[in-house]
């Protein structure tokens, strides 16, 4: 296993694309710096930030001792996620067989349980307007992807082999679940995977990373980060 000694930087903000990668580099236990990314204040904006993460989103890390000694910057958390588990050697199988079982359930998460979760949150929870069609049509696709999980799970602990960073892609966003408009109790055996990763130590360290600073404000009442968020068009 690479051994770290500079901090990685991480750019950050307390939410579960955020998490998954504070979950990876404390289930590693490599020493990294919190940047934070008021997502709510515009600072994925700054110059700065854009020149590591075009597409002003975090999370993003800047590894000073990347591929041959010099620092690389990643942004898009599966992209993140698999670099660390290569580097490292943990949490992502180096057989090719193992690989593609894991990149299969992470590539699910990134394409569909994040995306589809995530505009479950907005209709549901921040939409100005209650639009019956687009609740109903995100509360049924997660309700889909929650049933893809529960079935996968019904004999193995993990989604993919061995605990791996699809888990911890997908544990954030089933944090959430009652946001979705989901029932956990509809799901045994994802309930059964969920409480066993979130009752890891390195996971509750993670997702406390930034928490007084998630609680500073609401996304539901914000009407400032709401404009900041969900107004955004191309930029010249
Ligand atoms: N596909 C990206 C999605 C990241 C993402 O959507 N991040 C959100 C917070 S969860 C963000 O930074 N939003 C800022 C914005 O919308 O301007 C990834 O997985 O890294």
Redesign the pocket.
Known sequence: MATQTKPIDLHY?P????WKITIALEELGIPYTVKY?N?GRGE?FEPSFLKIAP?????AIVDPEGPGGEPISI????AILQYLGRKFAKFYPADERGRVEVDQWLFWQ?GGL?PMA?QAHHFRQYAPEKIAYAIDRYTNECNRLYGVMNKRLVDREFLAGDYSIADMACVGWVRPYKNQGQDLEDFPNLKRWFETIMARPAVERAMAVGKEEREKSNLANDKEAQK??FG?KARA
Request: aromatic content about 8%.
């Open positions: 903000w939410t579960p694309n955020g990314v997502i994925q597409n002003n989103r975090m999370p942004f898009e958390s599966g990134m994040g995530g900041i968020l955004q």
